[in-house]
């Protein structure tokens, strides 16, 4: 175990020099062509012009355009080149082409049952919009049918993983962005490799950065010596390239079809406050049963056959299949993923309906507040409206420039009305909105410029079931338990030096 942790900080240190000696050798040839010829610092001012003209018509959020544009106009010589090769947000071709192809495959056997829509239109033609756009544009059809069950942190959501995860007979999916070694996946693991000895197909992803200081490098290796079918999602090089950025951080278990598993919660100690980090770890998960599970295992087939192509048959993972009983459940359930591979922002889309759409109130929390203008009007307008907005926010932060960069945006909210809180026993992790005693969604989408825009994401929308008013109770608990965040409170952390990094950091935000 301690040689693998020196390996791992071995690999680390390795990395990041490699990465630092590639750009500063990249910024002195740059430079160093520069000074041979007037023609080549030309040649270098026109690529940037152009480089501005193409961020200028791209049909990109305004604070990414800004994010490269300044650059650019900084430094011509250089920026326009460094534009060329990092300015991409899409993964690499070669991996998109195969989760495109994965993606074709699989969506014949996603369809929407109108009748659904229909039933949720008479009812509510706001939340039908809702799920409309998401049934069309994220290829996420809503149901009926599905039992849900909301839990307010990690240790309450684990001891139901272990429990269906030993009910499992014929197969488990997981995919996650963060596994550490620890009681929480050692247990876990234990089910599995039981499970996988005695015949169940057992297949895990995890996201090679997320776990790139965790866990060896070779650690799929040691799975598939137990049974355990695993890939690595995005396996990290040490070469300076955005594509790096496009990670899978998505939090997926599904059980034979009719049970699922999503949430904010990774598999580390950290998340069950088995082991203290930053305080007390505030999370949040769903649990999934009934027809709804379809689309987290669509969503993990659709990546798992990217990676390692071994299904051509996917209807034999259908809830229906291993369902021993009819799955009555309350309201409607609609599973969605994002992912770079378009320009759909779903879940930024998904949280800006809810905001626009709430009559009453919205209750939010997020362990990163770093927005556009979109949300940021949005929040504002709501609260201006007369509607109840209110965000909370780590007070212990696992990130210190993330955390500045959170608390450079109160300012302005607070004066836009919308109230905001810091979660005073540590940290919080959960990613969730409910409004309005109606609708609320559960998933993995920080509010960040990351999750919004690089990553593979997903999430659970909810109308009308039982877990909205679970997730309701939960979000004033944890008001209860935050400190207001007044303007008063903000002028007594004003200092020039610390708005001046804010600035700075708001600047460059999109682009990490």
């Given at each position: 175990m301690i040689q693998s942790k020196k390996m791992m900080v071995y690999r680390i240190l390795i990395v990041g020099a490699l990465i630092i000696l590639q750009l500063a050798w990249l910024v002195y040839f740059l430079l160093s062509l520069t000074k041979y010829s007037v023609w080549i610092s030309a040649a270098f001012t026109l690529i940037s012009v152009a480089a501005v003209l193409v961020v200028i018509n791209r049909w990109e959020n305004p604070a990414y355009k800004l994010a490269w544009v300044v650059p650019i106009l900084i430094f011509p010589l250089l920026g326009g080149l460094m534009f060329l090769c990092f300015g991409t947000r899409r993964p690499s071709k070669k991996l998109r082409n195969k989760l495109e192809r994965s993606e074709a495959a699989i969506k014949p056997h996603i369809k929407q049952k109108e009748e659904v829509l229909e039933c949720l239109k008479a009812q509510d033609e706001q939340a039908y919009g809702q799920t409309r756009y998401l049934a069309k544009y994220a290829n996420a059809p809503v149901y009926q049918n599905t039992e849900t069950?909301?839990?307010?942190?990690?240790?309450e959501n684990f001891p139901y993983i272990l429990e269906e995860l030993k009910k499992a007979e014929h197969f488990i999916f997981m995919e996650y962005f963060i596994i550490d070694e620890g009681r929480m996946w050692n247990s876990i693991l234990e089910i599995l490799k039981e499970k996988a000895a005695a015949g169940v197909d057992v297949r895990l992803l995890y996201d090679d950065v997320g776990c790139l200081h965790l866990l060896p490098f070779d650690y799929y290796k040691t799975l598939r010596s137990y049974g355990i079918k695993c890939e690595v999602f995005n396996p990290f090089v040490p070469f300076f390239s955005v594509v790096m950025n496009n990670r899978d951080h998505r939090k997926i278990l599904v059980i034979d079809g009719h049970?699922?598993?999503?949430?904010?919660?990774?598999?580390?100690?950290?998340?069950?406050?088995?082991?203290?980090?930053?305080?007390?770890?505030?999370?949040?998960?769903?649990?999934?049963?009934?027809?709804?599970?379809?689309?987290?295992?669509?969503?993990?087939?659709?990546?798992?056959?990217?990676?390692?192509?071994?299904?051509?048959?996917?209807?034999?993972?259908?809830?229906?299949?291993?369902?021993?009983?009819?799955?009555?459940?309350?309201?409607?359930?609609?599973?969605?993923?994002?992912?770079?591979?378009?320009?759909?922002?779903?879940?930024?889309?998904?949280?800006?309906?809810?905001?626009?759409?709430?009559?009453?109130?919205?209750?939010?929390?997020t362990p990163y507040l770093i927005i556009d203008n979109e949300i940021i009007t949005a929040l504002c307008l709501a609260a201006k409206r007369g509607v109840d907005v209110r965000i909370v926010t780590p007070h212990i932060p696992d990130k210190k420039f993330a955390f500045m960069l959170t608390q450079s945006y109160y300012g302005?909210?607070?004066?836009?009305?919308?109230?905001?809180?810091?979660?005073?026993?540590?940290?919080?992790?959960?990613?969730?909105?409910?409004?309005?005693?109606?609708?609320?969604t559960v998933g993995t989408v920080n509010l960040d410029y990351r999750s919004l825009y690089l990553h593979f994401e997903c999430g659970v929308y909810l109308y009308r079931t039982a877990s909205v008013q679970q997730i309701k109770a939960d979000a004033l608990k944890t008001i209860e338990q935050s400190i207001p965040i007044t303007a008063e409170v903000l002028k007594q952390q004003h200092k020039p030096g610390r708005m001046l990094k804010q600035a700075l950091l708001r600047l460059l935000a999109p682009l990490f």
């Open positions: 069950v909301y839990f307010s942190s990690g240790e049970t699922g598993f999503t949430g904010g919660i990774n598999l580390a100690d950290e998340y069950i406050n088995e082991k203290e980090r930053f305080g007390y770890w505030k999370d949040t998960g769903i649990m999934l049963k009934g027809d709804a599970v379809w689309n987290l295992t669509t969503m993990f087939l659709q990546t798992w056959n990217a990676l390692c192509p071994t299904d051509q048959e996917f209807d034999k993972f259908r809830p229906q299949v291993y369902q021993k009983e009819p799955v009555t459940g309350d309201g409607f359930v609609q599973p969605y993923g994002d992912s770079p591979l378009d320009f759909e922002n779903v879940g930024e889309n998904v949280y800006l309906n809810i905001i626009n759409m709430a009559k009453r109130y919205v209750y939010m929390s302005q909210l607070i004066q836009g009305g919308v109230k905001i809180y810091e979660f005073e026993p540590g940290f919080i992790h959960a990613k969730c909105f409910v409004s309005d005693d109606t609708t609320a």
